[in-house]
C-alpha cells in the first residue's frame, strides 16, 4: 500500500464529507476555506490524489461541515441525491460525487 492508497476509514470519511458539504449546499471552494486548507488540496483528497489527511485537517473538515471526526466516521451516510452517472465504470453521484453501491435483482 502507498501513502496515497485510501483506506476504507479515509474512503468513508471522504465520502461523508463530501455528502455532508453538498447538503450545505458548500462548494470545495467554501470547504476549503472553512478549513483553512488549499482548494488543490481538498480536490486531491476528493480524488485520492494527496496523502491521506491528518488529525488536524480532519478536525478542521469535520468541523467545517458542522460535525466531528467520530461522526464521520461512524457510519457511511446515504447520498440522496437523484443524479446518477458512471465514471470509470462506478456508479457515482452526479451531485456529490459519492460512489453508490448498486443492488440489481433479476426479474421474477
Given at each position: 500500500?502507498?501513502?496515497?492508497?485510501?483506506?476504507?476509514?479515509?474512503?468513508?470519511?471522504?465520502?461523508?464529507?463530501?455528502?455532508?458539504?453538498?447538503?450545505?449546499?458548500?462548494?470545495?471552494?467554501?470547504?476549503?476555506?472553512?478549513?483553512?486548507?488549499?482548494?488543490?488540496?481538498?480536490?486531491?483528497?476528493?480524488?485520492?490524489?494527496?496523502?491521506?489527511?491528518?488529525?488536524?485537517?480532519?478536525?478542521?473538515?469535520?468541523?467545517?461541515?458542522?460535525?466531528s471526526v467520530d461522526k464521520m466516521l461512524a457510519e457511511k451516510l446515504v447520498c440522496?441525491?437523484?443524479?446518477?452517472?458512471?465514471?470509470?465504470?462506478?456508479?457515482?453521484?452526479?451531485a456529490c460525487g459519492a460512489k453508490l453501491?448498486?443492488?440489481?435483482?433479476?426479474?421474477?
Open positions: 500500500m502507498t501513502e496515497n492508497d485510501a483506506s476504507p476509514t479515509v474512503e468513508r470519511f471522504i465520502h461523508n464529507l463530501r455528502i455532508k458539504s453538498k447538503e450545505l449546499g458548500m462548494t470545495q471552494d467554501d470547504l476549503a476555506k472553512k478549513a483553512g486548507i488549499s482548494r488543490g488540496y481538498l480536490s486531491g483528497l476528493f480524488n485520492g490524489h494527496v496523502p491521506r489527511p491528518g488529525l488536524d485537517v480532519a478536525v478542521n473538515l469535520a468541523t467545517a461541515v458542522n460535525s440522496t441525491h437523484p443524479s446518477l452517472k458512471v465514471q470509470d465504470g462506478t456508479a457515482v453521484c452526479g453501491v448498486v443492488s440489481i435483482q433479476e426479474a421474477a
